[in-house]
């Protein structure tokens, strides 16, 4: 059996390493859900047409990273590298577009054949929040604002927000002309997969992360010069914003992103904390990409968080899980039967409960219940169980000993307000 692992690129997340992954979302959600952002869930596999179609040929999601298979009915399927194509997909099959506003979220996993290594995996996870219907450049500023408070809430240090315009889809029209005829005259100069990219997609030779191509890139003419009026226009409105809001930025005029669909604004947000796979968060608008999926017209901003990533920077304090408010003591038989009656009664509270199954002796249990940080401990044995009764008391509290109190399975009244007396519970807690 030992031959069964786990694929290349893929982790088991065991209960310890949990506890972070659980703080770590239900804060996220918690500045979502106060945001009035909801949750969208999608299908992890689709069509292959479809991440084809929105993230684009000659990009290297799609031509190097996709896990593509034929399913038993001879369909192209593809598990999803990214989660805006869905959720594009998603609306646009749920009716009309027209004068609508959705900010949606969804998070899970993503799947794209790379080489792994720290915080890059096969199967990973993304936070991704999407403003589908929203074109006012203060939408751009409300999402920049939402993955930065969500970092900092999160007791991320050492964040770094990069900001580009890629103005639209005319703008880079008049723009690929000149970058075409400049690449034209240093093809010979050019690295392989950027010669190739020449006919399919030019634009993304300025993602290329070959250094000698970058360096050559440097005197390439530059998107920023072909932006219009109105484009520059924007951009400066956002910059000028961000200030106000005192977010610091700094401009990256090579910021062009991965993915195919973006116009306007494109924006990353590194963490100087992270090795060399700094970027923790990337999005941008993507006015074009739901009519070009076949929908209306409709403009959207968006941007994905590596959850991976997030969680190797999230602060140690995200490490602990809470532990035990009450730990059941047991021995015997008629005490294990009330032992198990009590449980499902403290189901009713927003506590943790742990029910030993274990049988063993009183001093064993008692260890354990130590051991696990319960907070108070509830003793059920032969004499107790007779009267059909239990006691319970603070565990680290020999001393002052007055907290132990007996109690009948039966006086749920005098149970409640002990808990409530004891273990720091808010009443509006009890469900
Ligand atoms: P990179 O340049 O690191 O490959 P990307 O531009 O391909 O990133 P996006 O498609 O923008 O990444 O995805 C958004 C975020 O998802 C990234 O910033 C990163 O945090 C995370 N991410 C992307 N690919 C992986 C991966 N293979 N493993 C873990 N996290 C990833
Ligand atoms: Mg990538």
């Not at 099959?93 to 054949?113: A, C, S, V």
């Amino acid at each position: 059996m030992n031959n069964l692992k786990n694929l290349r690129g893929t982790t088991d997340l065991l209960p310890e390493q949990l506890k972070k992954w659980q703080n770590v979302e239900n804060i996220i959600k918690d500045q979502l859900s106060r945001a009035n952002v909801k949750e969208i869930r999608t299908p992890i596999i689709e069509m292959t047409e479809l991440f084809i179609r929105s993230i684009g040929e000659g990009t290297d999601v799609v031509n190097k990273e996709m896990y593509t298979f034929l399913d038993r009915g001879e369909r192209s399927c593809t598990l999803r590298p990214e989660g805006t194509a869905s959720v594009a997909r998603a609306l646009i099959n749920n009716g009309n577009l027209k004068g609508t506003f959705n900010k949606l979220w969804y998070m899970g996993p993503m799947f794209r054949y790379e080489r792994p290594q720290a915080g890059r995996q096969r199967q990973f996870h993304q936070l991704g929040v999407e403003f589908i219907g929203y074109e006012s450049p203060n939408s751009d500023i409300k999402i920049i604002t939402l993955a930065w408070d969500i970092l900092q809430k999160l007791g991320i240090s050492e964040l770094n927000l990069e900001i580009n315009s890629l103005g639209d889809r005319t703008d880079r029209e008049n723009y690929k002309i000149a970058f075409l005829k400049w690449l034209k005259d240093n093809f010979d100069d050019l690295d392989q997969d950027s010669k190739a990219r020449i006919n399919k997609n030019p634009l993304r030779i300025l993602d290329t992360k070959n250094p000698d191509t970058q360096r050559l890139l440097e005197n390439a003419p530059k998107l920023n010069q072909f932006l219009s009026e109105k484009s520059l226009e924007r951009y400066s409105f956002i910059k000028n914003q961000l200030e106000f809001l005192k977010i610091p930025f700094v401009e990256n005029l090579k910021l062009v992103r991965g993915l195919d669909y973006y116009s306007h604004t494109a924006f990353e947000i590194t963490s100087s904390a992270l090795g060399s796979q700094a970027t923790v968060c990337g999005g941008g608008r993507y006015d074009d990409l739901i009519d070009q999926m076949g929908g209306d017209k409709t403009p959207a901003i968006g941007f994905a968080i590596g959850l991976e990533r997030l969680i190797l920077i999230a602060g140690t304090s995200l490490e602990k899980g809470r532990d035990p408010d009450i730990y059941i003591v047991n021995k015997g038989q008629l005490a294990e039967s009330l032992a198990i009656a009590l449980s499902r009664i403290l189901s009713n509270f927003d506590l943790i409960t742990e029910l030993d199954l274990s049988g063993s002796s009183f001093s064993r249990q008692f260890k354990k219940a130590n051991k696990c940080n319960a907070k108070s401990v509830v003793v059920i044995g032969d004499e107790e169980a007779k009267k059909n009764e239990f006691s319970i008391k603070l565990f680290n509290n020999s001393i002052e000993n007055n907290n132990e109190l007996k109690i009948s399975i039966e006086d749920n009244a005098k149970l409640e307000e002990w808990i409530l007396k004891n273990l720091n519970l808010n009443i509006s807690a009890k469900k």
